[in-house]
């Protein structure tokens, strides 16, 4: 079966430093996601892409935050400047029009 | 602003037995509302979404219920097996977002 792959599995970053976590989502679907999960709490989301732009963003997502889809198979999450508290697990997921979201396993992001 | 809540943060049920989750959500009206599964360190597994329309859906040993009157959501595992212990994720949402509540763990005992 299909699926979402993440990489790297484990990323660590000085702060202030910029990271950028990769998503290959599954190849015939057409809406991408962010979500992260800060250890302990709920899944937050972060951001949708559908038709190569944003379709919707959480307050969460600023602009330190930004997503890219550089071919027509990588999804990308950068974050510029990271802080402390941008320390969670970045789940990317994919759809279908109105079909359910399949998730990654994740990059822990641990900011040091 | 809109909110979920999941009944309890823990679940503890004998093996065997019925166990039944429940989601509530206020200030929303989802087109459709999906549960989840979370183990530890992975990423959300989908198991069933029910659209507003429906009252009922069954897979397997899962059944979720869906009333949009009550704004609630019940999620059971009949026969439950201790492999079925995880973290049990209701989410609703449209194409665009999912909005999770905090999730259930759900503790099957032999």
């Known amino acids: 079966e299909p699926e979402v792959t993440q990489t790297p599995s484990h990323q660590v970053t000085q702060m202030g430093q910029e990271v950028i976590l990769r998503c290959v989502p599954i190849?015939?679907?057409?809406?991408f996601y962010w979500y992260r999960q800060i250890l302990g709490q709920k899944v937050e989301f972060l951001v949708s892409?559908?038709?190569?732009?944003?379709?919707?963003k959480s307050e969460i997502f600023d602009d330190q935050f930004s997503v890219e889809r550089p071919d027509g198979s990588n999804f990308t999450l950068k974050i510029r400047s990271t802080k402390l508290e941008d320390s969670a697990m970045y789940f990317c997921?994919?759809?279908?029009?109105?079909?359910?979201?399949?998730f990654g396993d994740g990059t822990r992001l641990s900011i040091l | 602003s809109q909110k979920i809540e999941q009944n309890s943060e823990a679940l503890n049920i004998q093996e065997g037995k019925t166990a039944t989750l429940t989601c509530n959500y206020t200030?929303?009206?989802?087109?459709?509302l999906q549960w989840y599964r979370q183990d530890p360190g992975r990423g959300p597994v989908f198991l069933l979404l029910?659209?507003?329309n429906e009252k009922e859906k069954r897979k397997e040993r899962l059944k979720v219920t869906f009333d949009t009157t009550l704004k609630q959501s019940l999620f059971h595992i009949t026969a439950s097996q201790p492999a079925d212990s995880a973290t049990y994720l209701c989410?609703?949402?449209?194409?665009?977002?999912?909005?999770w509540g905090a999730g259930t763990k759900l503790i099957i005992k032999p």
């Open positions: 200030n929303y009206s989802p087109a459709y």
């Open positions: 997921a994919s759809s279908k029009e109105g079909e359910p979201q399949h």
């Open positions: 029910i659209r507003e």
């Open positions: 989410a609703l949402g449209s194409n665009y977002q999912l909005i």
């Open positions: 190849s015939n679907h057409l809406y």
């Open positions: 892409f559908y038709n190569n732009e944003i379709s919707e």
